[in-house]
T-cell receptor, first 114, second 115 residues
């Protein structure tokens, strides 16, 4: 069966510090991978998605970036965090090439920028 | 463009009451997929159901049931005999499939079940 991991679970960082959040998927190959952010108020904002190694699509311009160095690894980064980067970050995967892309989510990372 | 509306921001019920969460969607495509997810206080979104646009049969899974009506572009979710563990934020989503990659999520409905 497939599982998705995210770490760290929680993170408190000062403004201006770098960020690296990691997401890995097990039990599937060549998944589509996604990063979402959920700020207070619960709406889900799609940040990035990837359909393959090295292929990243950005949905929202911001000071965040994403990379996919391996098939089942997705990393969210920032060189300098802003207060507005605080939120709950969710990674998700779906089956590549499927007629419908049911997304399965990881446990999330709660980021607080002070 | 696609749109999903969950007009109910928050619903509060007492345990054992039935509750229906509304979801209205907009799309011009004839092939699409609808989803419901549950987000408990722990934060992880849990997949509940997927429905394709060609299957309007209602679905029942234990205390959960879903009513898909293309005529009203709605995909409503009913919890029968609600329990405290049902307290969560529930999201409805729409995906065009075929490698569209990007589903459209509603803003979610917060359900609070009081003992």
């Amino acid at each position: 069966s497939q599982t998705i991991h995210q770490w760290p679970a929680t993170l408190v960082q000062p403004v201006g510090s770098p960020l690296s959040l990691e997401c890995t998927v097990e039990g599937t190959s060549n998944p589509n991978l996604y990063w979402y952010r959920q700020a207070a108020g619960r709406g889900l904002q799609l940040l990035f998605y990837s359909v393959g190694i090295g292929q990243i699509s950005s949905e929202v311009p911001q000071n965040l970036s994403a990379s996919r160095p391996q098939d089942r690894q997705f990393i969210l980064s920032s060189k300098k965090l802003l207060l507005s980067d605080s939120g709950f970050y969710l990674c998700a995967w779906s089956t590549s090439g499927a007629s419908t892309d049911t997304q399965y989510f990881g446990p999330g990372t709660r980021l607080t920028v002070l | 463009a696609q749109k999903v509306t969950q007009a109910q921001t928050e619903i509060s019920v007492v345990e054992k009451e039935d509750v229906t969460l509304d979801c209205v969607y907009e799309t011009r495509d004839t092939t699409y997929y609808l989803f419901w997810y549950k987000q408990p206080p722990s934060g992880e979104l849990v997949f509940l159901i997927r429905r394709n646009s060609f299957d309007e049969q209602n679905e029942i899974s234990g205390r959960y049931s879903w009513n898909f009506q293309k005529s009203t572009s709605s995909f409503n979710f009913t919890i029968t005999a609600s329990q405290v563990v049902d307290s969560a934020v529930y999201f409805c989503a729409l995906d065009l499939g075929g490698g569209s990659y990007i589903p459209t999520f509603g803003r979610g409905t917060s359900l609070i079940v009081h003992p």
